[in-house]
C-alpha cells in the first residue's frame, strides 16, 4: 500500500480494516491521466457492499471497472477516488446445460464464460470489441456489441436476471435465472449499458444457445462502396443463416490484408448442409457482382473487433443509422480523416476510426449523421475530446437525471459520465 | 366495486370540463353502463373507473395525463382487457385511459424492417398486414386475435414462438411515451441500441406504471423459407415433458414447443377438430423453421428424440391447412376450456425446463387435493406453466380456494426456482407474491424505478410492487358476490 499517511484519515482507517489482498496501487488504475486515492480488488460480493458503504459515508467517487477495456466511454469522470476492480468477483455461480441457462460473477471474462459454456457445445453470443478479453460486467455495462447484433440474439436479448451492489450498498437482484419471466420492473435491461452509473452489477444471468455446429467466412470484393452496400442488402434480404454481415471500407479491407476496394464479409453458421447451400447461393449472387474467397478461417472477425482498441490515442465513434442509409454515412466518413469504417448491415451500425480529428469537425459528421436520421456516439476518444464534445448526442437527460439521483443521490458512481453531476 | 376514489359529483363534472378542452366530450365517457363496460379485465377482480376516456392522439392522451395531474388522480392505460393479472384494473378509481381508438399501422418500413404502429393495434392485424412484405412481428401471444401491441408492451408479452425469438422487448426499438406529468418522449427509436440509458428496455413489462405508450416502433424479421409444425402424441404427460429437454439437448432450438395435456385435449379437440387423438396423455405441437435442408435434419432430429421418449406416433403437418389447424387447436384451448365450465382461472408461471415433470406433477396433485379439475396447456420449451383451473364461482367459497390454489402452485414454481409469470405479469394479483421471488432490498431498488419515472405514484397504483411499495392498500379479498352474474373469465 503506499502512502497511507498522504490519503484521508477515512480511507487510511477503511484500508486498515480490509483483508491486505483486496488492496491495490492506485497507480495501476489510472483513467484519463487521474490516480485514484485507493484501489480494491474485493474477492466476495459483501466486500464490494462493504466498500461502497464506506464510499458512500464519505462521499468518495468510485468507478468500477474489469478489464478496463472501456474506460473512456462516456464524458470525463468530475471525481475519482477509488478504483473498484471488479476481476476478483469471477466464480461461476449456476449452470444447468440443459435448461441452457447460466449464472456468473461480473468479474469473470467473456473468454472465461465461454470455455466454460463450451464444454457444453452452448455460447453466449457476443462479439464485443476488442475481444472476448472484456468482463462480464464490463460487457454490460457497456452494451457493446459487433457483428452479431441483430442476427443473432445479443445479450440485451439474452440476460435473465442481474444481482447489483446499490450506491447505499444494499444488494438489490431482478429477473431470474428462467428463460422467460415478467416480474418486477427488469432492472437489469436498466444496468445494460448505463455505464455503471447506477450500481455495481457483481453477477448476472443469461439464457445461452447451441454452438452451430459450422460457420463460413467468405469475403465479397466489390468495385465500389454502392455496390457493397447493395451485395450487402440482397444477402440480408436472403434466407441464408447469417451471423455476421459487415461492409468493409478500402482502408479497412487494405488494413486487413485485403486489396484497397471496399468489401462485403459474411458468415453463415449452421449444419453442414445449410453451409453448403448457402455457399452455393452466395456464389450464385457473386455471379453479378465480382470475387468470393472463403477464408480459412473466422480470424479475420476477431481482427475486426480488436481496430477498435488498436491504439489509445485514437477516436472511435459508433453511428446507428437504418440500414438504407448505411452507404452514406460510409461514403461521408471517406470524405473525412478517418482511418478505418466498417459497417454490420443488419444492427445498422457503423464505426468510424479516426487517429486525430477536431471537435468541429467531429460536430459536422455527427449532424450530417443525424441528417441521416441517425445518431452519432463517441466510443473512445482522449479526454480533452471528451471534456469540450458531448459523447453521446441527444439523449433523454430528465428522466436519467431522475434515476440518478434515486439510485446514487450522493453521486458516487462514475460521477458525471453520463453529464454534468450525473 | 373495490376501493374506487368515487369523486364528487361536482369534482367530476369540473374534471369533465378541464378534459373538454382539448379532447372532443364524445371521447369521453361517464355514465354508470358505459363505466361498467371497463370495470374488468380478464382476471377475477373488478374495479370502476370514475371516467374512461377513448384517444385518438397522443395530445390528447398528455392532456388527459395533464388534468389527471392537477386532480390529483389515479391514470390507468387500457388496451384490449385481456390482461389475466388485473394490471388494467382501476383499483383507486381515476381515469382509465382505454387506446383501442389508437389503432393505425402508420408506416412499415419494408426495407429497413421496422414498422411503426399506435399502442391499439391488435396483434393479428400487424402479422396479416406485414403477410405482403413476407415478414413477420415475432411476439405473438395466443390471445394475438384480441390483445394490442400496447398491451404486449406493458406485458413484455410472449406466446409460443418466445423460445426462438424471446419476448416483445428483444423486438421493440423504440416508443413514444407520455409521461406522468404529460411530457412526451421517445424512448429508444428506429435503429437498435440508440445512445443514453435503456430507457426503452425498463419501460417494456411496466404494465402502465411508468407512462402510457402512444407509438411503437416495432422491428421485423423475414419469414423463414420453410416452417414444419408436427404433433408429437404421448400416453403420459411425464413422456412429453422429458421429450422437451432431450430435444433441446440435442443442439435443436425449434420455433415453439408447446404442450397440451389430456383433460385440455379431451376439451379442444370436440370444439376445434384440430385433429388432436383424444385418448393421448398429452400432445407436443413442435415447430422448426429455417432453410429447406436445416427444417429436414431438424425435423429428422425432433422425430428422432420424440420417438426415443415413447411417443406413440409423430404427425408431420402436409399442408398449411392442416399447420393452421394444429395452432387452432392451441391458441383456441383457453377459449374452448372456458365453455366447459361456469368460470377458469389460468395461471402463469415458470419453472426451470428440467424440473417440468416434477412440478407438473405437484400442480396436478394440488388442484386435486383442492378439488378442481386442472387443465394444463403451455410453452413447454420455456418451462412457462399454464394451469387453467375450472370452478363455479357460485359456488361458496369456490373463488377463496381457486385463489388459495392459485398461491399454492406460483409458491411451486418459486421453490422450484422460477418464477411467477413469465409473460401475463404481476397486476395486482401477484404483487403479494413478489415477496417469495424479492428481497426487501430488490424490491426498493424496483421502487426507485418506479418514482423516477412517476414520483407521485399516480400512474397506475397498486400494481407490480406489493404493499408499502408505493401503494397503501392491503391484497385485495375477493368475495363471491361479486360474481353474482356468471361469467366465463377469458
Known amino acids: 500500500m503506499s502512502n497511507i499517511q498522504a490519503f484521508p484519515e477515512s480511507i487510511g482507517n477503511f484500508i486498515k480494516s480490509l483483508p491486505p489482498e483486496i488492496c491495490r496501487e492506485p497507480e495501476m488504475y489510472v483513467i484519463d491521466g487521474k490516480v485514484p486515492l485507493s484501489a480494491f480488488r474485493p474477492l466476495h460480493i459483501d466486500q464490494i457492499s462493504q466498500i461502497i458503504q464506506f464510499a458512500n459515508q464519505y462521499n468518495f467517487a468510485v468507478s468500477p471497472q474489469g478489464s478496463r477495456t472501456a474506460l473512456t466511454f462516456g464524458r470525463k469522470l468530475e471525481r475519482y477516488d477509488i478504483a473498484l476492480d471488479t476481476s476478483g468477483i469471477s466464480k461461476l455461480v449456476e449452470y444447468t446445460p440443459e435448461d441452457l441457462t447460466v449464472t456468473i460473477e461480473s468479474g469473470a471474462t467473456l473468454h472465461d464464460l465461454q470455455a466454460i459454456l463450451s464444454e457444453h457445445r452452448q455460447y453466449l453470443p457476443a462479439d464485443p470489441n476488442p475481444s472476448d478479453v472484456v468482463t462480464i460486467g464490463g460487457l454490460l455495462a457497456t452494451a457493446r456489441s459487433g457483428a452479431w447484433r441483430g442476427n443473432v440474439p445479443s445479450t440485451r436479448d439474452l440476460i435473465l436476471g442481474m444481482t447489483v451492489v446499490m450506491a447505499d450498498g444494499s444488494i438489490a437482484t431482478s429477473g431470474g435465472r428462467v428463460v422467460k419471466n415478467v416480474s418486477g420492473f427488469d432492472m437489469h435491461r436498466l444496468h445494460t449499458g448505463a455505464l455503471g452509473s447506477l450500481g455495481i452489477i457483481s453477477s448476472a444471468s443469461f439464457k445461452v444457445l447451441p454452438i452451430p455446429e459450422r460457420n463460413v467466412s467468405l469475403i465479397l470484393h466489390c468495385s465500389d462502396i454502392k455496390e457493397a452496400g447493395d451485395l450487402a442488402f440482397i444477402l440480408r434480404n436472403s434466407v441464408l443463416p447469417i451471423r455476421g454481415l459487415t461492409i468493409l471500407d478500402s482502408k479497412t479491407s487494405f488494413k486487413l490484408g485485403f486489396s484497397y476496394a471496399p468489401k462485403v464479409l459474411v458468415e453463415y453458421v449452421g449444419i453442414e448442409v445449410s453451409i453448403h447451400r448457402s455457399i452455393q447461393d452466395t456464389e450464385e449472387i457473386m455471379r453479378r457482382f465480382g470475387e468470393i474467397n472463403q477464408l480459412e478461417d473466422s480470424q479475420i472477425w476477431a481482427e475486426i473487433r480488436s481496430l477498435a482498441n488498436e491504439k489509445k490515442e485514437q477516436i472511435v465513434l459508433r453511428c446507428g443509422v437504418q440500414a438504407n442509409n448505411i452507404v452514406e454515412v460510409i461514403k461521408l466518413a471517406e470524405l473525412t480523416s478517418a482511418i478505418c469504417t466498417w459497417a454490420n448491415l443488419t444492427s445498422g451500425s457503423v464505426r468510424v476510426i479516426f487517429e486525430d480529428i477536431n471537435v468541429v469537425s467531429l460536430s459536422k459528421f455527427r449532424s450530417q449523421v443525424e441528417g441521416l436520421g441517425g445518431f452519432m456516439q463517441v466510443e473512445t476518444a482522449p479526454g480533452n475530446i471528451r471534456e469540450v464534445f458531448d459523447p453521446f448526442g441527444d439523449i433523454e437527460t430528465d428522466l436519467v437525471r431522475s434515476l440518478k439521483y434515486r439510485f446514487d443521490p450522493s453521486g458516487i458512481l462514475n460521477p458525471g459520465r453520463w453529464m454534468v453531476g450525473v | ?490
Open chain 2, 1 to 490: 366495486m373495490i376501493d374506487c376514489n368515487s369523486m364528487e359529483n361536482n369534482q367530476l363534472t369540473a374534471l369533465i370540463f378541464d378534459l373538454t378542452k382539448k379532447i372532443k366530450r364524445s371521447k369521453i365517457l361517464d355514465a354508470p353502463e358505459d363505466l361498467l363496460v371497463y370495470e374488468y379485465d380478464t382476471s377475477i377482480d373488478r374495479a370502476l373507473p370514475d371516467i374512461v376516456i377513448l384517444p385518438t392522439t397522443v395530445e390528447e392522451v398528455s392532456h388527459a395525463v395533464t388534468v389527471a395531474a392537477q386532480y390529483d388522480i389515479p391514470v390507468i392505460p387500457r388496451g384490449s382487457g385481456t390482461g389475466f393479472a388485473g394490471g388494467a384494473l382501476p383499483v383507486k378509481g381515476g381515469i382509465l385511459i382505454v387506446l383501442t381508438a389508437m389503432n393505425k399501422i402508420r408506416e412499415i418500413d419494408a426495407e429497413n424492417r421496422l414498422a411503426i404502429v399506435e399502442p391499439g393495434v391488435i396483434n393479428l392485424h400487424l402479422h396479416e398486414a406485414l403477410e405482403p412484405y413476407n415478414l413477420i412481428y415475432a411476439p405473438d401471444p395466443s390471445s394475438q386475435r384480441i390483445c394490442t401491441i400496447g398491451g404486449n408492451v406493458g406485458t413484455n408479452s410472449g406466446g409460443p414462438h418466445t423460445l426462438a425469438y424471446g419476448s416483445t422487448v428483444n423486438h421493440i426499438l423504440g416508443m413514444e411515451v407520455v409521461l406522468p406529468g404529460g411530457r412526451i418522449v421517445w424512448l429508444g427509436g428506429r435503429q437498435l441500441d440508440t445512445p443514453g440509458m435503456d430507457l426503452r428496455g425498463v419501460f417494456v413489462g411496466s404494465e402502465g406504471t411508468l407512462g402510457i405508450v402512444t407509438a411503437i416502433c416495432v422491428s421485423l424479421i423475414p419469414v423463414n423459407e420453410t416452417v414444419r409444425t408436427m404433433l408429437a402424441i404421448f400416453d403420459s404427460i411425464d413422456a412429453a415433458s422429458s421429450a422437451v429437454s432431450a430435444v433441446i439437448r440435442s443442439g435443436v432450438i425449434p420455433m415453439a414447443m408447446e404442450m397440451m395435456d389430456q383433460e385440455t385435449i379431451k376439451v379442444v379437440e370436440p370444439r376445434v377438430r384440430a385433429g388432436y387423438p383424444i385418448d393421448a396423455g398429452a400432445v407436443l405441437l413442435i415447430e422448426v423453421e429455417g432453410l429447406s435442408e436445416v427444417v429436414e435434419h431438424n425435423s429428422a432430429v425432433v422425430v428422432k428424440a420424440c420417438n426415443e421418449l415413447g411417443a406413440r406416433e409423430v404427425r408431420i403437418a402436409e399442408s398449411s391447412l392442416e399447420r393452421e389447424s394444429l395452432w387452432e387447436g392451441r391458441k383456441s384451448a383457453i377459449g374452448a376450456l372456458g365453455q366447459t365450465a361456469p368460470a377458469i382461472y389460468l395461471l402463469d408461471g415458470v419453472v426451470p425446463r428440467t424440473k417440468l415433470p416434477e412440478i407438473l406433477n405437484k400442480v396436478l396433485l394440488a388442484s386435486h387435493k383442492a378439488g378442481f379439475k386442472c387443465a394444463n396447456m403451455f410453452h413447454a420449451g420455456d418451462g412457462n406453466l399454464h394451469p387453467t383451473v375450472l370452478f363455479d364461482p357460485l359456488e361458496s367459497g369456490a373463488t377463496d380456494r381457486v385463489l388459495e390454489l392459485g398461491g399454492e402452485i406460483m409458491k411451486l414454481c418459486v421453490d422450484a426456482g422460477g418464477s411467477i409469470t413469465g409473460e401475463h405479469g404481476i397486476g395486482l394479483e401477484k404483487r403479494s407474491y413478489m415477496e417469495w421471488v424479492f428481497t426487501e432490498s430488490d424490491l426498493a431498488a424496483m421502487e426507485k424505478i418506479r418514482f423516477s419515472f412517476d414520483p407521485v405514484g399516480n400512474f397506475n397504483p397498486c400494481k407490480i410492487l406489493p404493499t408499502g411499495h408505493g401503494c397503501a392498500q392491503g391484497h385485495m379479498q375477493i368475495t363471491d358476490q361479486q360474481f353474482s352474474i356468471p361469467g366465463v373469465y377469458v
